[in-house]
């Protein structure tokens, strides 16, 4: 039987080429590309988007989910969702039947893999293009599952994850067209040359799995999702139990696409749970199971990573890190304190990306209004956060509210921190008052000063508004601490603030010997925190904290294997 070759034209195809044209240029330029607004003003998106969405999303409250998530249901409702801000979900999602489900996912790859990395790059655009339109609702579910406060939930819930699926998809289609459909070979030989046609058929892995996490549901799990997807693969999707809707809705929109698309929606599917269920540790041991994307604590990343390789499914991580920030001197301090303030507050400090280990030089830091001690300095960046979050009703908009018991054990900790570290409290996690919602429990970010020799006490991750202002002897302390901690426990991100280029050359190769990324010299309105699909990779597979990167070549590769097909030319 001869291989399907694949297909050239879909109505997809027609519609979206411009659209992918301009995501390969932006992927392989590494400039600025968005293509949705992130910003939730009415002028963008009309006067009633956000009441709509709004509506949309209290449409599936205290309800079974009105469409169908999965290819095959073990007839069980799971779910049990409660906002961070108090209210209860109350939305019921269906139990997958593994066995069926993964068997309908499997049955709906040839088609899927005949169509052609361009037929389904244009799919996955067209199922960005709807969630699209339905980011205020997701922004909204994002919020009511994760905690974070609505703009920024809307932002990194909906348009900016949007945007990291299409780079995603731009990096799957190009590592894809490398590799040409045919050609006819030549070997020069006496007398006529050996002639053999080959044709390279690309075939995805099988299915892949998608771990989702609490903090940022859509965000980390969009680039997995349309990896695997554009790639050739079918897609199972295992949210955090405490984060279904977001996903579900996605899951809702993805099917529907493969559906009108003519391809079997069986290819993208739920596999929500109960708390405690240990639904992920059950599909990940799957042999149908041939990819895993993971977002969350290091101790099942790892466990997901051994369990992984020892069957040889592919497993891409990010589990948690210490980010790190070395202050040497700066001539802007008070764009300084106000972009360190802002980082350490937004969202509480429950970003993967959040800084955590605050450097500095027992001799202290120059600076544009003159010289502080460590002491001093630590005092003014207290007073930055203290005014950026002293206003309840403004404070809340930045900090959101702390998603577990967990990040509000941190919270309340600063104590007994400082005692274990004979250190002392700059700061207090001051707890703040929602003007709206009661049962929230927000914490502004708190400080703890400490030496450098409680290596014990810092090179744990301290998640959410807990930061650590650590006493070195010199900078150059600091930067070997920075590339120590980071390459030993990990790191999303680091930041150095210095007036003098031989240390920020020297930040520079510390951040390299850690493998970590590095922002120097942040005052502005880009914060160490945030990273640009299409520009900034996310993680870099080289420390602990990730074994993989938003979104390189590696990132989307090895999803799919090359066969080949050869015979001679007469």
Known sequence: MTAAAPTTTHPLLDKHAGVLDEIRRALTARSYYSRYPESPSPRVYGETAAADGAAAYEAHLNARYAAELVSASDGTWVGGEVSPYGPVLGVQYPGLDVEAGLAAARAGLPTWRDAGAQVRAAVCVEMADRLHERSFEIGTAVMHTSGQPFVMAFQAGAPQAQDRALESIAAGLVEQERVPASVVWERPAKGEPIRMQKDYRIVGRGVGLVVGCNTFPTWNAYPGIFADL??????????????????????????????????????????????????????????????????????????????????????????????????????????????????????????????????????????????????????????????????????????????????????????????????????????VAHPKYADAIVRAPGLVALDVSHEDVYTQECFGPVGFLIRTASTRQSLAQLADTVQEHGGMTASVYSTDESVLDAAREAAAAGGVALSENLTGQVFVNQTAAFSDLHGTGANPAANAAYADAAFVANRFRVITSRRHVP
């Open 230 to 431: 554009v790639t050739g693969n079918a897609v199972v999707i295992k949210p955090h139990p405490k984060a279904i809707l977001p996903l579900a809705i996605t899951v809702e929109v993805a099917r529907a696409v493969l559906a009108e698309a003519g391809f079997d929606p069986a290819l993208v599917q739920l596999a929500a749970e109960n708390d405690g269920q240990g639904l992920a540790k059950v599909l990940a041991q799957r042999p149908e199971i041939a990819i895993i994307d993971y977002t969350g604590g290091p101790g099942f990343g790892a466990w997901l990573e051994q369990a992984g390789a020892a069957r040889g499914a592919l497993v891409y991580t990010e589990k948690a890190g210490l980010n790190t920030i070395v202050v040497d001197s700066t001539d802007d301090l008070k764009g300084t304190l106000g972009n360190l303030a802002f980082s350490l507050s937004l969202y509480s400090g429950q970003m993967c990306t959040a800084p955590q280990n605050i450097y500095v030089a027992d001799g202290g830091v120059d600076t544009d209004e003159g010289h502080l001690s460590f002491d001093e300095f630590g005092d003014r960046l207290a007073g930055a956060v203290q005014r950026l979050t002293g206003e309840d009703a403004k404070a809340v908009e930045i900090l959101g509210a702390t998603v577990n018991d967990t990040v509000r054990g941190n919270a309340d900790s600063l104590d007994s921190l400082a005692a274990e570290a004979a250190g002392h409290v700059v700061l207090e996690s001051r707890r």
